[in-house]
C-alpha cells in the first residue's frame, strides 16, 4: 500500500471539488486509511459516494466517524470473512515482504502518534522520501527482525531498555568436559546428512492433538498402580528381592515393603507426614512412614520406593532401609554405526520466552537468530513457550494481534533467518504456549500458513515435537521436556543426609524413577492425561543428554552418565538470559566395554 499523507488525500479530494484546510479532519482520515487497509483513492470514492447518499454531507470529524461506523467497519468485516473462506482452499498469500513490512511501520507511526505525549512535544511525521528510517530500520529490511515488528502486537512499542542494555553478552556461564580450544561451530554444510527424529518412531509418539478432559479416577488408578508394579519389579529383580510384604500388616520381623510416597494432608511433605501406599498385590494400604532410624534419604510424593523397616502393630512402618530406584540402560544401535571423528556435531538449545517482559519486542529471539547465523550449529532445539502466557502485556489483552498470528512470525522469521545456515530446527511447545493446547504430555505444533519457497525448506528442515519427548539425532538420543519438573519436584522434596546437591538429586530421581514428570500429584499449572502420560510421558530408556530447563539456575550435570543441560531461558524478567550449546562426539566402543558420554563439551552461554 503507497505511502498515506495528508497531501495525497488533499489532493485526491480537490479532484472532486472538495475543499478540507482541517488538518485535524485529514488526520483522521489518515488513521482511517492505516487501520482499515484502505487507499488515498478508494477512501475519497467511499466518501464521495456515501456523502451523495447523505444528500452532500460535509466533511467533518463527526461525519467522518459516521463514515467509519457505518462503511468501513462493514467492509472491513466483509474482507476479514472472506479471508477465513479463502484459508480453507489455500494457504495465505503476502504479496511482498516489502508491503507487509511498510503497512506495519506506518501502524506503528500512528500507534506511537497516539502515546502519552511528554511536554512540548510534537506531531510525529509519517515516514515519506523526505524523511527516511533511521539506519537500524533500514538494516532490519534485510534482517529476520522484520517479521517480528511489535507494532501489530502491542500498542506499546518501546523497546525494552534493561535488555538492550545489558552486560556480558556472549560470555560462559557454566562449562562441561573438554571445552579448551573447543571450536563452537557446526560441519562444513550444517544439518546435511543429520538424521532427527523421534526415537519410538511416528507410530509409537505423540504426532497430534487428541480429546482430553474425560478423564475417570479409576483410569488415574490404573495408571498409578501399573507404574508401582513396573518399578517395584525393576526393584525386586536387582535387589534379589524374593516378594514384598503387605505394608498394613503386623510383623515382629524385618519385612519388604513397595509402594509409592505420598503425604498425609494436602499439605507440603514433610519427615512426620509421609505416608506409604502400596498396590493393590500388596494390599492397597497406606501406612505411616517413621524416617527416623534412616541416616539418609531422599523423598517426594509420588515417588515409588522399596523399604525394609519394622511393623509390629500395623499401624506404622518404621523404615531402617530405603532402596533407590534402577535408571533403565542407555541406547544402543542396532546396526554399527561409522564413526566421524572430524567433524562431531554442534547442537544449540534455546528455551522461552523470548521477549523481555517489559514488552512484546522479539529482540532476544532475533539476537539468538544472529547467533545461529555466526555459529552455524548442525541442529537447533527451541523450546516453548514462544508466546507466553505470562507475559504482562497478554495477560492484560494489550495485543492488537491474534495470538497464532504472533506465532506464525516467530516461525516465519527462525525459518527466513536461518535459510542460510541450512540447519535442522525442532520445535518443543511449552504449558505455557497460549495458543497450544494446555494439556501434558502435549502434542506437537502444527505448522502454520508458509509461503511456497517457506514450505518446502521447512520439510527438509523443521521437525515438531511434543512435551515430553525422546529424541534420536545421529545415534545419539536426547531426552526433551520444556516442563518445569526441576521447580516443581524441587518444591516437594525432602532430604536428609544425603551430602548431594539438590538439583543431581532431582535429576537422579527422574532418571531412577523412568519419567519425564514423576511428581504426584502434578502441581495445579500442570494438566496432566494420565492415560496418555502412561503411553507417552515415560522414559523408554536412559537419554545420552537430557534438556529439562527451568526457571532454576543453570547448569550441565553428569548425572549416572547422562548430561543433564538446564540452559536457563533466553530472557528473564526484563534482561537476557542464556542459552545452551553441545558438541556431540560420538564415541568408539572401548575395549574394556565401558560407555563413554558422547557429549564431548558444552557450554552455556549468556545471550
Given at each position: 500500500m503507497s505511502s498515506v499523507t495528508q497531501?495525497?488525500?488533499?489532493?485526491?479530494?480537490?479532484m472532486f471539488g472538495i475543499d478540507c484546510d482541517n488538518e485535524d479532519v485529514l488526520d483522521k482520515m489518515v488513521e482511517q486509511c492505516i487501520c482499515n487497509r484502505v487507499k488515498v483513492d478508494e477512501m475519497v470514492l467511499e466518501w464521495v459516494a456515501y456523502s451523495t447518499t447523505k444528500n452532500g454531507l460535509k466533511l467533518t470529524m463527526q461525519t467522518l466517524e459516521q463514515f467509519e461506523h457505518e462503511i468501513l467497519s462493514k467492509r472491513n468485516k466483509s474482507k476479514q470473512s472472506f479471508k477465513r473462506e479463502e484459508t480453507h482452499n489455500r494457504t495465505r498469500d503476502i504479496h511482498t515482504l516489502q508491503d507487509l513490512i511498510k503497512a506495519e511501520e506506518e501502524e506503528e507511526n500512528l500507534l506511537d502518534s497516539y502515546s502519552t505525549p511528554a511536554k512540548g512535544s510534537q506531531k510525529r511525521a509519517l515516514t515519506t522520501p523526505e524523511h527516511p528510517h533511521s539506519k537500524r530500520s533500514v538494516a532490519l529490511l534485510s534482517s529476520p527482525g522484520l517479521l517480528l515488528s511489535p507494532a501489530s502486537f502491542s500498542p506499546s512499542v518501546t523497546p525494552s531498555q534493561k535488555y538492550s542494555q545489558r552486560s556480558a553478552k556472549g560470555e560462559v556461564m557454566v562449562s562441561f568436559g573438554a571445552v579448551q580450544g573447543t571450536r563452537w561451530a557446526g560441519r562444513k554444510t550444517p544439518g546435511a546428512g543429520v538424521q532427527v527424529e523421534l526415537l519410538e518412531g511416528p507410530e509409537d509418539s505423540l504426532c497430534s492433538s487428541y480429546k482430553y478432559m474425560f478423564q475417570r479416577l479409576r483410569d488415574v488408578r490404573n495408571v498409578l498402580t501399573e507404574k508401582i508394579e513396573e518399578l517395584g519389579e525393576g526393584l525386586r529383580s536387582h535387589f534379589s528381592i524374593e516378594e514384598f510384604s503387605p505394608v498394613s500388616l503386623p510383623a515382629q520381623d524385618v519385612i519388604t515393603v513397595l509402594g509409592q510416597v505420598c503425604c498425609d494432608s494436602n499439605g507440603k511433605l514433610n519427615a512426620q507426614s509421609v505416608l506409604l501406599e502400596a498396590g493393590p498385590e500388596q494390599g492397597g494400604q497406606q501406612v505411616p512412614v517413621d524416617l527416623s532410624e534412616l541416616k539418609e534419604y531422599s523423598l517426594f510424593p509420588g515417588q515409588v520406593v522399596m523399604m525394609e523397616g519394622m511393623n509390629t502393630t500395623g499401624r506404622k512402618l518404621v523404615a531402617s532401609k530405603l532402596y533407590e530406584g534402577v535408571p533403565l540402560p542407555f541406547y544402543t544401535p542396532g546396526v554399527k554405526m561409522e564413526m566421524d571423528e572430524a567433524e562431531p556435531m554442534n547442537v544449540l538449545v534455546a528455551c522461552g520466552p523470548y521477549t523481555p517482559s517489559d514488552g512484546l519486542t522479539f529482540d532476544p529471539l532475533i539476537d539468538l537468530i544472529n547467533v545461529i547465523v555466526k555459529d552455524r550449529p548442525d541442529v537447533c532445539l527451541l523450546l516453548g513457550?514462544?508466546?507466553?502466557?505470562?507475559?504482562e502485556q497478554i495477560e492484560k489483552a494489550q495485543v492488537t494481534e491474534t495470538f497464532?498470528?504472533?506465532?506464525?512470525?516467530?516461525?516465519?522469521?527462525?525459518?527466513?533467518?536461518?535459510?542460510?545456515?541450512?540447519?535442522?530446527?525442532?520445535?518443543?511447545?511449552?504449558?505455557?504456549?497460549?495458543?497450544?493446547?494446555?494439556?501434558?504430555?502435549?502434542?506437537?505444533?502444527t505448522l502454520p500458513n508458509l509461503s511456497k519457497e517457506q514450505a518446502q525448506s521447512a520439510l527438509q528442515r523443521i521437525t515438531l515435537v511434543p512435551d515430553p519427548c525422546t529424541l534420536l539425532i545421529d545415534g545419539v538420543t536426547f531426552g526433551v521436556t520444556s516442563t518445569d519438573i526441576l521447580f516443581h519436584m524441587g518444591a516437594e522434596e525432602i532430604s536428609c543426609g544425603t551430602g548431594s546437591e539438590r538439583f543431581s538429586r532431582i535429576l537422579k530421581h527422574m532418571l531412577t524413577q523412568r519419567s519425564y514428570y514423576p511428581l504426584y500429584p502434578p502441581v495445579e499449572d500442570v494438566n496432566m492425561d494420565y492415560e496418555k502420560f502412561q503411553s507417552y510421558g515415560q522414559m523408554p530408556l536412559t537419554p545420552d543428554i537430557l534438556i529439562i530447563p527451568s526457571e532454576l539456575r543453570y547448569f550441565i550435570k553428569d548425572v549416572v552418565g547422562c548430561v543433564c543441560v538446564n540452559p536457563g531461558r533466553l530472557t528473564k524478567g526484563q534482561?537476557?538470559?542464556?542459552?545452551?550449546r553441545l558438541l556431540i562426539q560420538r564415541p568408539a566402543p572401548s575395549e574394556d566395554g565401558t560407555r563413554q558420554i558422547p557429549c564431548s563439551a558444552a557450554q552455556v552461554v549468556k545471550i
Open positions: 497531501e495525497s488525500l488533499k489532493t485526491e479530494l480537490d513457550p514462544f508466546v507466553d502466557s505470562k507475559h497464532e498470528a504472533i506465532f506464525s512470525r516467530c516461525i516465519e522469521s527462525i525459518v527466513d533467518g536461518t535459510n542460510s545456515v541450512g540447519c535442522r530446527l525442532v520445535f518443543v511447545p511449552s504449558q505455557r504456549d497460549i495458543h497450544h493446547h494446555f494439556i501434558y504430555p502435549q502434542p506437537p505444533f534482561v537476557g538470559g542464556t542459552y545452551g
